[in-house]
């Protein structure tokens, strides 16, 4: 399958990459860090396209998912991907983080699928949004990240919904995973307090396992939503 992965350079992302590359798919991997995808790209054989690509400008992103497309044929796969929280207490936060995170998260989110959705209802493909468990829940001195989260498991479920005859929709929604995720955040005691946390969840390889697992499942059926948390017995 031909398949596009945004915030592809590290952690979940190219943990995803290594795992579909295993399995033989077609990628474009697009991320902000040309350096990081280039050597992603060099370790899995220089057989994929990378784009230098911020969700967050349209233009670029498109033109990115066209030269893809124009390339193989069709897109069968979006993994929406790239995202972001910074922590603070909501009555502390800053303005500028509270827009970073709804701009990534979901009008970053808006802008691939409103770019991939007509190849993908071309082809009857897939869409894996990553959501979390903040997707159902709100925890403290993560507000905005978590309404940005619920967001996205809304608007994975409009499309289910909407185009259930037309495309997959699956919603990846874990808990803690040990990626630099933590590092956006600013609040000296709060990284302190978080840094062992996510330092103790789960590999990204977990996470990847998952979304292929979703990806190559059997045309006929629908993994609508998979919600994977480290197992604290073993923390």
């Not at 290594?18 to 991997?29: A, F, I, M, T, V």
């Not at 910074?86 to 995170?101: L, N």
């Not at 808006?110 to 959705?117: D, E, F, Q, V």
């Not at 959501?131 to 608007?155: E, Q, R």
């Given at each position: ?175 803690a995973v040990n990626t630099p995720f933590i590092d956006q955040t600013n609040n000296e005691d709060l990284l302190k ?8 969840g789960m590999s990204p390889s977990i996470i990847a396992e998952q979304i292929t697992w979703a990806i190559e499942a059997?045309?006929n059926v629908v993994l609508s939503e998979i919600m994977i948390r480290p197992n604290k017995q073993n923390i």
């Amino acid at each position: 399958m031909n398949i596009i992965i945004t915030g592809a350079s590290s952690g979940i992302g190219a943990a995803t990459a290594e795992r579909l590359d295993k399995n033989g798919h077609q990628l474009l991997l697009l991320a902000r860090s040309e350096g990081k995808l280039n050597e992603l790209n060099q370790k899995l054989g220089n057989r994929h396209q990378v784009a230098v690509a911020d969700v967050c400008e349209y233009d670029n992103l498109k033109t990115a998912v066209h030269h893809f497309a124009a390339s193989f044929g069709q897109i069968d796969v979006l993994v929406n991907n790239a995202g972001l929280g910074v922590f603070d207490p909501v009555g502390d936060g800053k303005i500028e983080d509270w827009h970073t995170m709804v701009d990534v998260n979901v009008k970053g989110l808006l802008n691939a699928i409103h770019i991939c959705l007509p190849y993908l209802r071309k082809s009857l493909g897939h869409l894996v949004n990553l959501g979390s468990v903040a997707s159902h829940n709100v925890f403290p001195n993560s507000g905005v990240y978590c309404a940005t989260k619920h967001a996205v498991l809304a608007i994975s479920e409009s499309l289910r919904m909407e185009l259930s005859e037309e495309l997959r929709v699956t919603t990846i929604s874990p808990g803690a995973v040990n990626t630099p995720f933590i590092d956006q955040t600013n609040n000296e005691d709060l990284l302190k307090s978080y840094k062992s946390y996510f330092a103790a969840g789960m590999s990204p390889s977990i996470i990847a396992e998952q979304i292929t697992w979703a990806i190559e499942a059997p045309k006929n059926v629908v993994l609508s939503e998979i919600m994977i948390r480290p197992n604290k017995q073993n923390i």
